[in-house]
């Protein structure tokens, strides 16, 4: 049997959601599949893939605009295989606390794409993260690191599982 390849896409500001894109793709590796993760800038074509995960950092309650060009830029090539999405945003436990709905931006791209499904993952928010925003945010107590590596990688063996189960049928 052929090893599927899967592409990590992702849209990012500051590096939180580069982070998550990351662990997905090393736990997919881990599971026997190819990976390539990369920006969502960088993907021009991606009929080379067997599946594709696409995510975004969320700002102001919208996706990135990088995560939706690269979106529209493979439709019609996303139609003909599974398409994951994930959001990065808040900055509080509540990712962890319930299952948090995608933001418009992202429930159109999920509907247009024909997305198998979607998950919102806690974001980052330290005094690492660059500009003069997150900076005084996180002086007056806001932020943190909110990212689970286990909820991620639980995430990304769901997705492997189902692509093999896909497979093998």
């Known amino acids: ?32 599949f190819d990976t390539d993760v990369v920006p ?8 080379q893939f067997d599946a594709v995960i696409l995510g975004s950092s969320l700002y102001a309650g919208h996706w990135q605009r990088d995560a939706l060009s690269c979106a529209d830029r493979n439709a019609e090539a996303l139609a003909h295989r599974p398409v994951w999405l994930f959001s990065s945003g808040p900055v509080d436990s509540s990712a962890e606390q319930q299952e948090i709905p995608p933001v418009p931006g992202a429930a159109k791209a999920m509907e247009y794409l024909q997305a198998r499904g979607h998950v919102t993952f806690g974001g980052s928010l330290t005094s690492e993260t660059p500009g003069w925003i997150a900076r005084t945010l996180v002086k007056h107590g806001k932020g943190g690191d909110f990212r689970n590596p286990e909820h991620i990688r639980t995430w990304a063996h769901e997705i492997g599982n189902q692509l093999r189960s896909q ?3």
């Open 40 to 47: 969502a800038s960088d993907v021009q074509d991606v009929t």
């Open 1 to 32: 049997m052929k090893q599927q390849k899967i592409l990590v896409a992702y849209g990012s500001k500051h590096g939180a959601t580069t982070g998550i894109a990351r662990e997905i793709g090393r736990t997919l590796e881990q599971d026997g």
């Open 167 to 169: 497979n093998s049928a």
